[in-house]
T-cell receptor, first 114, second 114 residues
């Protein structure tokens, strides 16, 4: 079974600074996808970034980037130039290439302070 | 383009009752997935529907069921409600099956069982 672990229940960062959220996962699969989702206080989940396991290059979306270490089964999210609107729960998720059930970590509550 | 809509947004039921939640996917999206979110268990996959057929099911008892209509709208039903069913139920839609199709989440239905 696939498990996703987020070891940081809460984090905070000053506005304009950089923060890294950690995620590790366990799987015997070789083809899979990893995701970071953001759930702001209004509760609507939004996809932040996605990484395909077979791609070596780390995904980047504007201020968001990942550090994907396949051998270590690690998938951390770096948020640069943090903004107040980045305050949210962040969930790391895993999905096998051949299935559609997404497995989520417990989440990290990120607070960006002015 | 309208996003994923879920109705009702809030629901209060008593133990033993049954409940039906509705999800309207983004126009053109054919895959609908349901998730349960609780403080204790986090986000858990319930089931996924595509072309009116359940394609995948999470580890939930048979009291949890769902269906999808020809217009891709989906409903989930929980019978004989228990206190532990209190949760935020999230629906997500995607164009097609597979992790390469981004899932767009609705705002959720907050179910409280008394």
């Amino acid at each position: 079974a696939q498990t996703v672990t987020q070891s940081q229940p809460e984090m905070s960062v000053q506005e304009a600074e950089t923060v890294t959220l950690s995620c590790t996962y366990d799987t015997s699969e070789s083809n899979y996808y990893l995701f970071w989702y953001k759930q702001p206080p209004s509760r609507q989940m939004i996809l932040v970034i996605r990484q395909e396991a077979y791609k070596q290059q780390n995904a980047t979306e504007n201020r968001f980037s990942v550090n994907f270490q396949k051998a270590a089964k690690s998938f951390s999210l770096k948020i640069s130039d943090s903004q107040l609107g980045d305050t949210a729960m962040y969930f790391c998720a895993f999905m096998k290439r051949t299935e559609d059930d997404m497995r989520f970590g417990a989440g990290t509550r990120l607070t960006v302070k002015p | 383009k309208a996003g994923v809509t879920q109705t009702p947004r809030y629901l209060i039921k008593t133990r033993g009752q049954q409940v039906t939640l509705s999800c309207s996917p983004i126009s053109g999206h054919r895959s609908v997935s349901w998730y349960q979110q609780t403080p204790g268990q986090g986000l858990q996959f319930l089931f996924e529907y595509f072309s009116e057929t359940q394609r995948n099911k999470g580890n939930f008892p048979g009291r949890f069921s769902g269906r999808q209509f020809s217009n891709s709208r989906s409903e989930m039903n929980v019978s004989t409600l228990e206190l532990g069913d209190s949760a935020l139920y999230l629906c997500a839609s995607s164009l097609a099956r597979g992790p390469y199709n981004e899932q767009f989440f609705g705002p959720g239905t907050r179910l409280t069982v008394l």
